[in-house]
């Protein structure tokens, strides 16, 4: 029997709808992994002049900038802006400052006006190690306590600029996930607008008188789509799952944002993180995968990172309806990732 799941407070549904006889363990990827001649890779090591220069980068754990020509050796994490962004500040002229980037409100005359501001934002690549082919769960704690506090440092310092409403952190790891290239790195893009979905989110939020994600927290860390917990945070497969093995990391603490994380908290996410990339790699043959946070400019939002590996395809329906089949309950995909 299938079954039509509700999110934990928004109006979104999956279909929890298993084929029978199938196991988790034929979800196990065999994408092939084809492994490129470093010499040619622009993310490593010795082409940094590949790439546009540092807009921050990270040398013996200190922070440093590059300027046109000067190139920096030896660093442990180096960010730069996309060389094709998505969005770019040179718009930023365009609107005055300090207004924010809105779209003129609709009216009649203006309802079949097809509207376009221009792509003002920000889209930087963070590159997480100078060595190829060197992966999350292979990072030592002294590199993944790095790697967190830089994704803290690069999202506050947008987050900061003039406009900028949202930042988008993520991930894409694989082909099937949208990743070019396939050295290390994530990839940040700060908006002047929050998402529709962002945008929903909070207002359901805003509407409670209770945060939401406290209460998943209190669920989740008892309930049967537990996968791994330490002093600070939780990850599980969420109830309304709309991927085979998607995992929600929550910090217990209520905290809005990266930059509201202690060093400590930090890596106790890190090291969930960490955990959960290596049990894909172990238990799922390392599969493809995207793996996000969502930040604004809200104390009411409590910080999430979301895992998800790309083992199915988004046909028809979900593109239809925005409504998700999947085949491996988040309770099945919780006790096949527990398990040792
Ligand atoms: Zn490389
Ligand atoms: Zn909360």
């Known amino acids: 029997m299938s079954e039509i799941r509700k999110h934990y407070f928004l109006s979104e549904y999956c279909i929890i709808a298993e084929e029978r006889g ?43 900038f590059e300027e046109k020509a000067k190139r920096v050796q030896g660093w442990e994490i180096r960010c730069f802006p996309n060389l094709f962004p998505a969005l770019s500040p040179s718009s930023a002229p365009l609107f005055p400052s300090g207004s924010l980037v809105v779209f003129p409100p609709v009216s009649p005359e203006l309802a079949l006006t097809q509207l376009a501001i221009s792509g003002f934002g920000f889209h930087e690549v963070i590159v997480e190690s100078p060595v190829h082919g060197k992966e999350l769960e292979a990072f030592s704690d002294k590199e993944l306590r790095l790697l967190m506090q830089v994704y803290r440092d690069r999202v506050a310092y947008y987050l900061e600029q003039d406009k900028i409403r949202s930042v988008s952190l993520f991930k894409n790891y694989g ?28 207002q359901e939020i805003q509407n409670l008188n209770f945060c939401p994600y406290c209460s998943v927290f209190e669920k989740e860390s008892r309930s049967e789509r537990l996968i791994l917990k330490n002093r600070d945070c939780i990850a599980f497969a969420p109830f309304c799952s709309k991927v085979p093995f998607e995992v929600w990391i929550l910090p217990k603490k209520h905290v809005w944002s990266l930059e509201a994380c202690s060093d400590a908290l930090l890596f106790s996410l890190g090291t969930l993180l960490r955990a959960l990339v290596l049990k894909y790699r172990q238990k799922l043959g390392g599969p493809a995968y995207n793996l996000f946070f969502q930040i604004l400019k809200a104390p009411e939002y409590h910080l999430s990172l979301r895992l998800l590996p790309r083992l199915s395809l988004a046909a028809g329906f979900e593109l239809n309806t925005g409504i998700y089949i999947n085949s491996v309950s988040p309770e099945k995909a919780a006790s096949y990732l527990r398990k040792k």
Not at 37 to 64: D, H, I, R, W
Not at 175 to 202: N, T, W
């Open 22 to 64: 199938k196991r988790p363990s034929d979800f196990v990827s065999r994408e092939e992994e084809q492994k490129k001649q470093v010499s040619t890779c622009v993310f490593c090591a010795g082409n940094e002049a590949k790439t546009p220069p540092a807009s921050a980068g990270y040398k013996n754990g200190t922070l440093y």
């Open 175 to 202: 082909k099937a996930a949208g990743a070019s290239l396939e050295h290390a790195h994530s990839q940040l893009l700060a908006l002047p607008l929050l998402s529709p979905l962002l945008e929903r989110e909070i």
